[in-house]
Every structure is written in C-alpha cells, then in structure tokens.
C-alpha cells in the first residue's frame, strides 16, 4: 500500500476494505490496549453487519501464528503485526487478506501488506486502540460512542504519562467522548492512581509520580495531613471516601496543601496535576469510572489469560463478565501486594546503579513487571529496579522487568537501550520504552547480566 501519509486518509481507506470483507478475524494483543482495539473493532463490525471471529495473543510469534485460523476471512491484526510481517508471509498470506493497525515499528517485507500505523505519521502518542478508533469512526460515524474504548487503551499504553495528558490525535479522540457525552474531562486533577476507589490517604500515600515527602509510602502520614487541612475521610455513611467524592472546594484545598508540601521540600509541583479522563456513564466508585483504573481491570484479565472477559466488559456486559472481571482485580492486586512485600522483605541487590532481585518461580512472569514498578516506589527511587523469574513454559530462559520513573528518565536513564543492548551480548533480546521494559536471557546469566546492565546504566546517567 502507499502510503498517503495522513491518518485520516488511510483510515478512510482501511475502513473501505473491511467494509468489503465478507467475514473477518480480529488478530489482537491481550493488554488493555489490545483488548479495547478488538472491542473497538468488533462492536463496528457487528454494527456493520460483519461477521467476525477474535483471537488474542499475548506475543505474535511462529508459535502463536498457528492460532490464526487458515481460512478465507480478512484478517484484521490489531496493536501487533507490523513488526511480524514476515510471519504472514511465511504463512503465505496474500496482501489483500490482511489489515494491520498498529503503532509499533514495521518491518519491511516484499508483500505490500496494507497497514495504518500511528508512527508513520509520527505520533509517538496514539495506541492501536486509538488507531482503530479512527478506523471504526471512518467505517460508521455512529461508532463515536467507542471513543471511550479508544480512550482507555491510550491509557493504559502510557501516552498519557509524559505529559500528564494525552495529545494530538489521541486528545482529539478525546474530544469525540466529551461530545457524545460519556467523557468529562477532568482539567488539573491531581495525577492520582485511583481516584475513583482507593481511599484518599491510600491514593496519597502510593503517589511516587511526583513523590511527595511525608506523604508519598507512609499511610498513617497521609492521613495526619487530611485531618490537619480538614479534609473528611469518611462521608455521612461512614464509608471511606475516594478522591472522585471531593467537592471542587475540598479538592483545591488539597492541591494547594501538597503543592506546598513539595516546594517545602524543595521539590517540583510540575507533575502534581494532571488531565484525567472519568466515564459518566459507570457507576461511581467502580473501577470502570476512569481511564486509568479501567485499563488495570482489562490488563488484570490480561493477566490471567482471559481478554475476552475484558472484551465483554467493553462491550458493556456488566453482568457475569464484569465480576468475573472484578475477581481477576482482586486477585491480581492480591498477588501483585504479595509480590511487592515479598521485594521489600527479602531486599534487593544494590549495584552502583541498578538494584535487582531474583523472584525465581514464586510469581507468575505476567505480573513482575508491575511488581517491579510498585515496589520502586518503597526503595530508592533514584537506582531503576530488575526484578528477574523464571517462566513456567521456557526452561531455558529467564524473563527480566525493568522500571524506573520520569525523573530519572529526564536525567537520561533508557531501559530500553539499556536493556536490548545487555541482552544481545548474552544472546537474548530486550525491548519496551525509557520507563520499563523487559528482556529474556539465558538461564544462569542473571547476575552477569545484572553487571552488563549497570555498567550501560552508569554511561547513560554517570
Ligand atoms: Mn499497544
């Protein structure tokens, strides 16, 4: 396909082709991103009177590429593809049986696969979901109520995180939910996880973007502070209140008493608020309210290999799926809490710049990445954190997950770079973005690996 080099165009022209289909299969990832896309997709399909069939992977890969069925469906490969061209080509795929939508790197291949992908455009900000939008509002404009979808997926890829926004394309997708009326935009927000269910000291005290002194990992100190600038904990039922229930008045209040304490502390207020995105149309205090809590439920069942629980919840099934969705939650953040006081009490490793740690088989791979993250927010912020496992169904390898936070990041700090380039000297491959990222080497490598990455964390910030 050439390229026209405008998203608006080839989303035109993408949208022509699946309307043309007789029948699809929906190729998609099993994160939040991934599950919102095939939601996003298969909801304008059926509107169009499409029949269509989804698949979920968690990687495309020679292994996976069997679950593709071999049949005569379009096959629509969402959030994956571009870079595994050459795995639709060994199948023999012909190019106008596929359609890739995606905005990770592609790959050159002969076969002129058509594809609309968020990077060719040059927007670093925009997830496959947020493609597929485009795509889905192209093949019906009636499909503007799935901007919410699409809204959620760009979340849960983290485009909202560098800028404590979203932006470009992705904040006009934005624009689209606000004007169907299940988005309100929340301006100047505090750049909170979980401010539609976790307990106001709770969300204070897990807030490590900006970490606030006194305040950031220390509980019964988040809740001193409330009560010093008279803020209710509990309302008139004596129910824990969330962040969501504040009045405007409270909420400035608090804003301006943490805005206080960070420059007591001679710290930045600059990622104190942020852009927050509530869905009006769910039920308060449920973790599908916001953007960012609705990724964690989709990612949770993800996790445990169920997207398409996720799927349904999307797609508005608040019946068995939703608390099927809710269980895989509750797990989830169960065995992430379990994981993370595992860290804290067995200790990490600390290298010059790098602390790490060896979980062995004690967690499931899908989770250490996560673990990893909330865990760095109880040590030291300043040193990126490995936590490394073993996975159930490659003996040979070992799986590595890296965090670290935009401060550092800002001084230089590439986990990305850091690791693909240390994995690749002991034969395995790394890859992700500055701010986590992850890697498979070779078992019994760990603790020479470990050396290979401090030594390329120390060059990027000495
Ligand atoms: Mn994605």
Not at 69 to 74: A, M, Q, R, S, V
Not at 245 to 271: D, K, P, Y
Not at 416 to 435: P, T
Request: aromatic share 6%; with cysteine; proline share 4%.
């Amino acid at each position: 396909m050439i390229y026209q080099m405008s998203l608006a165009a080839d989303a035109r022209s993408i949208a022509d082709r699946i309307l043309a289909a007789d029948a699809v299969t929906v190729i998609s990832h099993i994160d939040a991103d991934g599950i919102t896309s095939e939601a996003i997709l298969s909801q304008a399909l059926q509107r169009a009177g499409i029949p269509a069939q989804s698949i979920f992977v968690r990687q495309l890969e020679p292994l996976t590429m069997k679950h593709v069925p071999e049949n005569d469906t379009l096959k629509i490969f969402i959030d994956l593809g571009a870079g595994q061209q050459n795995l639709l080509e060994e199948r023999g795929m012909p190019e106008d049986k596929v359609v890739i939508i995606d905005h990770h790197v592609a790959q050159d291949v002969k076969t002129p696969y058509p594809q609309i992908n968020a990077i060719t455009y040059g927007y670093e900000k925009l997830s496959a979901a947020g493609v597929g939008y485009f795509v889905a509002r192209e093949m019906d404009e009636c499909n503007r109520d799935l901007a919410k979808l699409a809204v959620v997926g760009n979340v849960g890829d983290m485009m909202a995180r560098e800028n404590c926004a979203l932006i470009g394309p992705a904040r006009e997708i934005v624009d689209d939910g606000v004007q169907f009326g299940n988005i309100e935009v929340v301006d100047h927000n505090l750049n909170f996880y979980g401010i539609s269910t976790r307990p106001i000291h709770t969300c204070l005290s897990f807030c490590d973007d900006p970490y606030i002194p006194g305040i950031s990992n220390d509980a019964t100190a988040a809740r001193v502070f409330l009560e010093r600038i008279g803020i209710a904990m509990r309302n008139s039922s004596g129910k824990m209140r969330v962040f969501e229930e504040l009045s405007e008045e409270e909420r400035q209040t608090l804003i301006n008493a943490l805005a206080e304490q960070l420059i007591a502390h001679g710290r930045s207020t600059e990622r104190l608020l942020a852009e927050t995105y509530l869905f009006t149309d769910e039920e308060l205090r449920s973790p599908l309210r916001n953007a960012a809590e609705y990724a964690t439920m989709l990612n949770a069942c993800g996790r445990w290999t169920k997207p398409a629980i996720g799927s349904s919840v999307c797609q508005g099934d608040r019946g068995q799926a939703y608390r099927d969705a809710e269980h895989m939650l509750r797990h989830h953040r169960t065995i992430i809490r379990e994981m993370m006081e595992y860290i804290l009490d067995t200790g990490v490793t600390e290298l010059s710049h790098l602390q790490y740690l060896h979980v062995g088989d004690k967690f499931p791979d899908t989770v250490v990445g996560i673990g990893a993250g909330m865990a760095l927010s109880k040590l030291n912020w300043k040193k990126p954190i490995m936590i490394l496992c073993y996975l159930a169904d490659e003996p040979d390898l070992v799986k590595a997950s890296m965090r670290t936070n935009d401060t550092m990041v800002r001084q230089g700090v590439d986990l990305q770079a850091a690791l693909a380039e240390s994995a690749a000297k002991l034969g395995g491959a790394g890859g992700g973005h500055k701010i986590a990222a992850g890697a498979y080497i070779p078992r019994n490598s760990e603790d020479d690996f470990a050396e290979i990455v401090n030594t390329a964390l120390s060059r990027q910030s000495p």
